[in-house]
């Protein structure tokens, strides 16, 4: 897999292809650019979102919202794993099942 163009080079893109001419399509100037048509679609819907020009959910509020829910299984694990300690826990100190010798 390659690696990804720099963002410059993306905003270089959308802002040509937004600003190109009449009879200049976005097959050619992703051609020009070398990549794909849908590619350059994508990237400029993207950039629409991400300007509030068109609804949806931008790149950073995807990452924030993937990282959120990260956090969230994370502590739902954590707490599941307190609740099982404290119910053992207080399994061992009920009354008639202490070990004491008298």
Do not use: W
Request: with cysteine.
């Amino acid at each position: 897999m390659s690696a990804p163009y720099p963002r410059e080079f993306r905003e270089d893109v959308v802002r040509v292809a937004r600003s190109r001419e009449d009879g200049v399509t976005i097959a050619q100037i992703a051609k020009d650019f070398g990549i794909h048509e849908m590619t350059l679609y994508t990237r400029i819907r993207q950039a629409d979102i991400g300007e509030g020009n068109r609804p949806g959910t931008s790149r950073e509020e995807s990452t924030e919202l993937r990282e959120a829910r990260k956090q969230i299984r994370l502590l739902q694990q954590e707490n599941e794993v307190l609740r099982r300690a404290a119910a053992y826990l207080s399994q061992t100190n009920l009354p008639g099942k202490c070990s004491t010798r008298s």
